[in-house]
Structures are given as structure tokens and as C-alpha cells.
């Protein structure tokens, strides 16, 4: 009989962990041998039981994904990791796998496929669920087809996505308001953006900024 994963669960609500662990140990015969509610735990945990699959989601209380994900892929190189999460942004899937993930799943999705992902990464395959592939295709489009920016122009775009004044961004280049306003005009016609609210939207989809 084939050996199932270990599995730990990290997701900072209770009733979604009950319903994993439901889902794949008393439904599956999946082994979980750790679950917290939060990085730090999930950190400690890790280190004491020894899981061979993490579900983790996106958004633990104190911590960014991204931070996560870094941290356990340098402390567990070998460790795989299924990013399981209700954020449904085409970026957080790139940020996801770029960060190290082996799986991304949308918590909305049937659990049948969090068990097939499981099964999948502990094969040391990848797994993204169709709606999350179509994400992260769309995802690199737009950081594909955007052009190159220097510095100035990327800190200048950063800082109007972030609803920055013009002046606040003068402030942190050493630049003159009519500068950044140039720079502004430059990087419209530069993205083929005719609005701000077109070059805010670019900005999340380069992930420049958060959505």
C-alpha cells in the first residue's frame, strides 16, 4: 500500500483547519501531524513533526505570504508547500509561485482537488488549479508586455499607485513637482495608460504594489 504524506495545516481560523483536516485525514487516510494558527507556530511545528506537505494560507495574522513562503523554503528546502487561500487576484498567484510555492488551490474550489494537489506535489510535480493557471498566464502578460522602466520611472509609478501626492514623491526623489509631473505624463504614454486609475491597475498587475 503506497506510503500518503505527512501533512501540516497553517491557516489562522479554526473551522478552515477542522474542514481540511476532514477532508484529508478522516475522509482521505491523509496523515496530519501538525496544525497552527499562525507563522511562529507553523515555524516551531515544522521543526518538531517533520511534515512533508504544508497547506498554507496566504494570509496569516503578523505576516505577508511572500515572507512565508521565503522563510520555509530556506529553513525546509525539500519541504512542499500548497498555497490554499480565498485571495482570487492574478498577481497573489505569481507572487505565490515565484516565492516558492508548489501548489496554489482557492479555498472556494472542490476538495477533491486540495486532495489531488496534495497528491500531486508530494510527486514533486506542481499544481495550480485551472482558475489560479489562468491567473498566473494573465499575471505575466502584463509583466511581459509592460516596458522596461529605469528606477525613476518605477519609483514614480510605485509612488502614484500608492495614492502618494506629487509632492511627497518630489520629496523622495530630490525632484521638483513639475519633474514628477513629467515623469507622470512620460509613463502614461510610455504604459498607454490614459488615466491614473490605468496606471494604478498596471502597477498591481507588475506587482508594484498590492491589490
Known sequence: METKPRLGIVDDHPLTRAGIR?????RDGFPVVMEAGDAP?????IAETHPEVIILDWALPGSDGPSVLKHLRAQWPHLKIIVFTGTTDDQTVSKAMFAGANGF???DNAARELVHAVEMVAQGKS???????????????AQTAAPALNERETTVLRGIAEGRTYKEIADQLGLTVKSVEAYRTRL??????RSRAELVRLAVRMGLVAG
Open 105 to 107: 488551490v482557492r479555498k
Open 127 to 141: 499544481y495550480l488549479s485551472s482558475d489560479a493557471a489562468t491567473g498566473l498566464i494573465t499575471a505575466l502578460k
Open 188 to 193: 502614461a504614454t510610455k504604459l498607454k495608460c
Open 41 to 45: 507556530e507553523a515555524y516551531r511545528l
Open 22 to 26: 476532514q477532508c484529508l485525514e478522516t
